[in-house]
């Protein structure tokens, strides 16, 4: 019974531990295995991946770390580690069947895994008896590291890629090139050496070579970490390296705990081989106890093992992601946007820069006080006032509740007050991006008598889904630090994704129908398939393989409607929260005329300013850490929110930065928002309707708006551009820009705000028109070569 001491305290301390999460975490998703409440549905099968393999998973290596690797508290620390990221991976296989993705998804629970394994290794050491500390062996290391690194460029799937990876971070992904991939092998190899040396001595076996491996994977991730605050500007105004080094660790580890098995086979068969070749027939072959011969040109070998695995490996992999980005955006109709490369362009050899604002007067909000309306009327007005400002583009939110009140039946009143927003919009020269908007899944608020667990709070409704397609499953609809976090929407957002009742396939083709109405409108500049996607309750299944899942079917629906506008593809709420996340797996769709939308709100609702921390990534450093994911996918960039910033002195501040790094990137973006009521559930009921055009409650009137964020938002800038840009700089009419086109062309028109007849000086350029409109002046031209517009 003795031997078995250690393992069985390691088991219930792991037991005890998961079940007092479980009851302290409201939400479910803060704890190793999770229960929000409500009502398990166990036909489905997925929801019981945490409780029927997550759990039995976690024990067994947990009790096996235990017996091999539980004298020490760093070599059972490493133990417990592997046992929750293999957790994590066998449940996430159980529901989606993908072995690629759940072994990377493994690494979303180290931050989970690192103080469940202290508390764990802790109490086991303290409570397992005396330990002796033995020594053993080391037996094969080298085998095991060449393993490690050569298996990294052959399984990189979903690994190392997003916004952490700056392009001088080495990386044994095949598409990053062959410097990269033979600098991250080597890193691999001589991390695995060090770290499997040093666990073989104190855990023997394959066990110590699997946890050496893990350790290298964390090693390795230190590494890339410590050579990004080099290369990715170091601690600009925020704390990026420190989460950008929490990614690089979590990748390491993730995939040391997957993979590693890999390299532990090389070393016991290496092991194995070498002891029937040394011992004598009679004495003890184990592989614990057996000292190899040294291996007489390991850095020979591994030179040559790298150098032929980038040289093969790389350039298969280049041409398969070249063939595999290829798309034809001369397919798309003369006069509809189109994504070209990395710009949205026109077709007819113009850059388009989309500069505008949300409109959120068609969303179908949660009013919290029946006397004072959730939305103000949209008018023609509207969209006379935001061209007034130079605005060409609007984000026009609609919901889906109000899209299809009754599932399979479109809403033909709804659909007229699109068709008018869309028309009205077109007459002032203004495309409209039509967003299917939600917050916090749908617009229920929390029932009357409903129980909220301590730590969440009762919440109003938002907006987003129709009844019909709302599972809750009696999970409590109350909020934890706001309303994209409620037991009630993650469930929704779950079942969405894994498509309870066919509500996707339904969305789907309601996309298919909306698709169709404007398929011949190129004043619709293309389709944002969801706002903010909510996490549910299984990230990064949900936020990466399945929500890539929904965009590539409603992608393929709107298509086959023939409708050939951009498809906007947005990550999930994470990004919104903490300045970055993981967006849809790579190759999620094989469509070229996708533009990539996340929301940049760094310094404004992301959570480390509502916990008053300094920022994760700041104003400045979100351009470029989006612009890496965009330029990951292939495809343009263009932010469909950004602003509320708070108070009018941190709004006008933060704006000026906002508009230079947007100026300095060459991109566009919607301001949120226009207008916003009174009665809005996101203004909170205040004295005055937050918003561009501000509400004054009292009178329900427009109240005076902000005109410094105003005269920011109006500066100058070209709205279509032959070639492409090169440079831009605004302030207000004054403004400096300078592009440049292999064709001649007559396409440029820049809109500069003011009164007063603005004094441009040109070169490069023909044919130089000025024409007073609405708020200012739009200046035309032809060119052709290198040409520059300055004004002020």
């Not at 050496?212 to 080099?230: K, Y």
């Not at 993981?582 to 990539?596: E, H, K, W």
């Not at 989006?626 to 708070?646: F, I, K, Q």
Request: hydrophobic share 50%; charged share 20%; aromatic share 10%.
């Amino acid at each position: 019974m003795r031997r078995f001491r250690r393992p069985i305290i390691a088991v219930a301390t792991a037991s005890v531990l998961v079940l007092v999460q479980a009851i302290a975490d409201p939400t479910g998703l803060l704890a190793l295995v999770g229960w929000p409440g409500g009502t398990l549905q166990g036909q489905l099968g997925w929801p019981l991946a945490p409780y029927l393999v997550f759990l039995p998973v976690l024990l067994g290596v947990v009790w096996w770390a235990a017996v091999r690797a539980g004298e020490r508290f760093w070599t059972m620390f490493a133990g417990v580690v592997l046992a929750v990221l293999l957790a994590q991976a066998a449940a996430c296989v159980a529901m989606t069947m993908d072995a690629a993705l759940s072994a990377w998804a493994a690494g979303y629970v180290t931050a989970k895994a690192l103080p469940a394994a202290a508390i764990i290794a802790a109490v086991t050491r303290w409570a397992g008896g005396r330990s002796s500390r033995p020594v053993f062996e080391r037996g094969s290391v080298w085998p095991a590291a060449m393993a490690f690194g050569a298996i990294a460029p052959l399984a990189a799937g979903s690994w190392w890629t997003g916004a952490a990876y700056a392009a001088l971070i080495p990386s044994p992904r095949p598409d990053r090139g062959f410097v990269s991939v033979a600098v991250a092998v080597v890193l691999m190899i001589a991390s695995a050496w060090v770290c499997v040396r040093f666990m073989r001595r104190r855990v023997p076996g394959f066990l110590g070579t699997w946890l050496g491996v893990l350790a290298a994977g964390a090693l390795f991730g230190l590494v890339q970490a410590a050579i990004g605050l080099v290369v990715d500007d170091g601690f600009r105004g925020d704390l990026w390296p420190l989460m950008a080094a929490y990614v690089h660790v979590a990748d390491g580890l993730s995939f040391g705990a997957c993979l590693g098995w890999v390299a532990a086979l090389a070393s016991l068969v290496t092991d194995r081989v070498r002891a029937r070749r040394t011992i004598p027939q009679g004495t003890d072959a184990s592989a614990d106890a057996v000292e190899p011969a040294p291996a007489r040109r390991p850095v020979a070998v591994t030179a040559v093992a790298v150098v032929a695995a980038a040289l093969v490996i790389t350039p298969v992999a280049v041409a398969a992601g070249a063939d595999d980005a290829a798309g034809d955006a001369a397919s798309v109709p003369a006069g509809f946007l189109r994504a070209d490369g990395d710009r949205i362009t026109d077709g007819e050899g113009h850059e388009v820069l989309l500069r505008g604002a949300n409109v959120n007067q068609l969303v179908d909000f949660y009013q919290p006080q029946e006397d004072v309306p959730a939305t103000r009327e949209l008018t023609e007005a509207d969209f006379e006032g935001m061209a007034s400002y130079g605005f060409n583009a609007v984000r026009l939110g609609i919901s889906w509740s109000a899209l299809e009140p009754d599932r399979g039946e479109l809403d033909a009143a709804y659909l007229a007050q699109i068709d008018d927003a869309v028309a009205w919009a077109k007459a002032n020269g203004i495309r409209t991006v039509i967003d299917l908007h939600q917050d916090g899944w749908s617009n229920a608020a929390t029932a009357t008598g409903t129980e909220c667990r301590p730590g969440t709070d009762p919440m109003w409704g938002y907006d987003g889904a129709p009844e019909w397609a709302t599972i809750f499953d009696g999970t409590p609809r109350c909020a934890f630090t706001g309303r994209d976090i409620s037991p009630a929407g993650d469930r929704a957002f779950e079942h969405f994704w894994f498509d309870t009742d066919g509500v996707q396939t339904a969305l789907v083709r309601t996309w298919g129908e909306l698709a169709a109405r404007y398929a011949d409108e190129p004043a619709v500049a293309g389709f944002d398939l969801m706002n903010e996607p909510g996490f549910g309750q299984t990230a990064p299944v949900t936020t990466s393989l399945l929500l890539g899942r929904y965009y590539d079917r409603a992608i393929d629906a709107i298509r086959a409607a023939g409708a050939p506008q951009i498809v906007f593809v947005e990550p999930s709420i994470l990004w919104s929260g903490l300045g970055f996340d993981s967006g849809p797996s790579l190759g999620f769709t094989d469509d070229a005329n996708i533009v990539f939308s996340p929301h940049l709100y760094a310094e404004s609702i992301t959570m480390d300013r509502s916990l008053g921390i300094p920022s994760i990534v700041s104003m400045e450093r979100q351009f470029d850490l989006a612009r890496r994911v965009a330029d990951e996918y292939g495809m343009p960039l263009w932010s469909g929110e950004y602003g509320y910033w708070g108070e009018p002195e941190d709004v006008n501040a933060r704006m000026a930065r906002y508009a230079d790094a947007e100026d300095a990137h060459l991109l566009g973006s919607a301001y949120w928002v226009w207008k916003q009521a009174c009665g809005d559930p996101q203004n909170g009921i205040g004295p005055i309707g937050l918003a561009l055009v501000p509400q004054d409650c009292a009178t329900g009137d427009d109240a005076p708006g902000n005109e410094v964020l105003l005269g920011e938002l109006s500066r100058a800038y070209p709205r279509e551009a032959p070639g492409r840009l090169v440079s831009l700089e605004a302030d207000g009419a004054r403004f400096a820009l300078a592009a440049t086109t292999g064709e001649p062309t007559c396409g440029l028109d820049v809109w500069i705000p003011g009164a007063a007849e603005p004094d441009v000086s040109t070169e490069g350029l023909t044919y130089v028109e000025l024409v007073a409109t609405a708020g200012g002046w739009r200046m035309t031209a032809c060119a052709d070569g290198d040409y520059t517009v300055t004004a002020g």
